[in-house]
């Protein structure tokens, strides 16, 4: 947005009306001033106290030089006709033409008609009608007004100038132009004296590739701050923020966005939610706290919903892919896992996410835990997971009977959206209850270093030992231990639905 200071530039055509507001036409009723003309006529059929000049007429007040093709000059009432050619001259540097002119001394309006153009250096205005009141201090054109200040151009119907408190007003259609940007609102004030510029009622700040909505908001010309409230959205070709209130300091390059905040990356189809978050431009990263939700939609008929204090968005070294990290309770749910964590980290580029302490992942009827897990996916799908130091999958037979695989390390492959293999690498050890016709029939008890267990209906179909085996079949209730070290059921912590992952537990 640091484009916007530029509207400064816009407002330098009402210098001219602020200088007649204070000195042009003055305090003192003097009168009007006859300076040249090559003729002037006096009589009964003009009027009486009437004059009219012809050719080059050129008439003073309060030392600013007024000049037409002809004029009549009411001299009981201190008023002036101009006609053709009107040019109002102050300082050689502010000129205002038009092809009528009315000027009462007596009561300090001024009104300008008809083809309306106001110089002031690089600035232009152009209007069919301007009026201004030195008592008042106030100028305005009502009937459509155009400025053109260098490559700015600004356009509204109604406009005016409020001296005494230092306030500009433009009203109805207001539009400005530049190289860089378009405004489009209803209604814009700017405070010359605090060089703020007010955005009041519907407002549209675009060009090719960004786009900011808002219904009430300012922006600090000279501190190049702004904030945006009411519906604010801002948009570009891949990502959309919204909130209740948004705010950016352009020079050291931070935004702040209130309530009701929703970050869209359509790009990565993802979107972050919560009530505060706090942006840095440079590097981007975006942190956001309060009620989070990160979710990414995929092309499944599921979305992955995470919940956690707080949500921070980075991107990666090339600038392109994301990187997310969530700080405590963290939640996930999508309908084929679930998880839960105290941090986490989701990068995108590699579409890994690795859950830190007290991890716990729930997929494909099991619960599996270990001091680090890491979740790797693949054409939107759990393509298989790491469970890193101390891992551990229990599978749930009934209340009392669980299978249970443990090690130093696993890898768990997904195919079909089925569990079909876990590698087990150092102090495998395995209980797996056997069944005949839906009857428990024994308990397997092994241990091994090394286990590739391969997997059918998510339940274990076949064991390989690899290294030191040591198997036994034994008779249900001849196990003493059915429970190995470590052994912990955490079904009354999964989140069960999308809602779940706000309560934690």
Avoid at 56 to 78: G, I, P, Q, R, W
Avoid at 147 to 170: C, K, M, P, Q, V
Avoid at 435 to 448: C, H, I, L, Q, T
Wanted: charged share 25%; proline share 2%; aromatic share 14%.
């Amino acid at each position: 947005m640091h484009y916007m200071n530029k509207i400064l530039v816009v407002f330098l055509f009402f210098c001219f009306l602020a200088t007649l507001s204070n000195s042009t036409f003055g305090q003192k009723k003097e009168q009007i001033n006859i300076l040249n003309s090559n003729s002037f006529e006096s009589n009964k059929s003009i009027g009486e106290g009437v004059r009219r000049f012809l050719g080059d007429v050129v008439f003073e007040h309060n030392n600013t030089k007024m000049y037409c093709d002809s004029a009549y000059l009411y001299s009981k009432t201190n008023i002036m006709h101009a006609y053709s050619n009107v040019h109002i001259n102050r300082a050689d540097s502010l000129h205002l033409y038009g092809d009528y002119l009315i000027y009462n001394a007596n009561t300090d309006i001024g009104k300008v008609r008809n083809n309306v153009r106001l110089e002031n250096d690089s600035t232009e205005l152009f209007t069919d009608s301007l009026n201004f009141n030195t008592l008042l201090n106030i100028a305005y054109y009502f009937d459509g007004g155009k400025i053109l200040s260098g490559e700015n151009t600004l356009t509204s119907t109604i406009g005016h100038y409020y001296a005494d408190e230092d306030l500009i007003f433009f009203k109805d259609s207001v539009k400005v132009e530049s190289p860089d940007y378009i405004i489009l609102t209803d209604t814009l004030k700017y405070n010359t004296k605090t060089e703020t510029a007010f955005f009041v009622g519907p407002t549209d700040i675009f060009n090719e590739e960004n786009t900011l909505y808002a219904e009430n908001g300012w922006y600090k010309t000279i501190e190049k701050q702004f904030q945006f409230r009411e519906n604010a959205t801002y948009q570009n070709k891949e990502k959309i923020l919204k909130g209740d209130s948004l705010y950016f300091d352009e020079i050291i390059g931070i935004g702040k966005a209130f309530r009701n905040v929703e970050m869209i990356d359509t790009s990565q189809n993802l979107i972050l939610k919560g009530n505060y978050a706090i942006y840095h431009e440079n590097p981007e990263s975006f942190l956001i706290t309060d009620s989070t939700l990160m979710i990414q939609v995929t092309n499944r008929t599921d979305s992955l919903f995470l919940h956690a204090d707080s949500i921070r968005s980075d991107m990666d070294s090339s600038g392109i892919n994301r990187i997310i990290r969530a700080y405590h309770k963290v939640q996930l749910y999508r309908d084929d896992f679930q998880a839960s964590c105290d941090s986490m980290v989701y990068t995108f580029a590699d579409s890994v996410i690795t859950m830190y302490t007290r991890p716990i992942l729930w997929a494909e009827g099991s619960q599996m835990t270990a001091d680090l897990v890491e979740i790797h996916i693949k054409n939107e799908k759990i393509d298989f997971f790491k469970l890193i130091q101390t891992a551990f999958i229990v599978q749930q037979e009934d209340t009392s009977k669980y299978n249970q695989i443990r090690g130093k390390e696993m890898i768990g492959y997904i195919r079909n959206n089925e569990l079909s293999k876990i590698d087990v690498f150092g102090n495998g050890q395995t209980i797996y209850f056997t069944k005949d016709k839906e009857e428990f029939v024994g308990v397997n008890y092994a241990e091994s270093s090394d286990i590739i267990i391969y997997m059918k209906n998510g339940r274990p179909s076949r064991f390989n030992l690899i290294k030191q085996p040591d198997g036994t079949m034994y008779p249900m209730g001849e196990l003493e231990k059915t429970k190995l070290k470590d052994f912990q059921w955490l079904e009354n912590l999964r989140p069960k639905s999308k809602n779940d992952i706000f309560f934690w537990k």
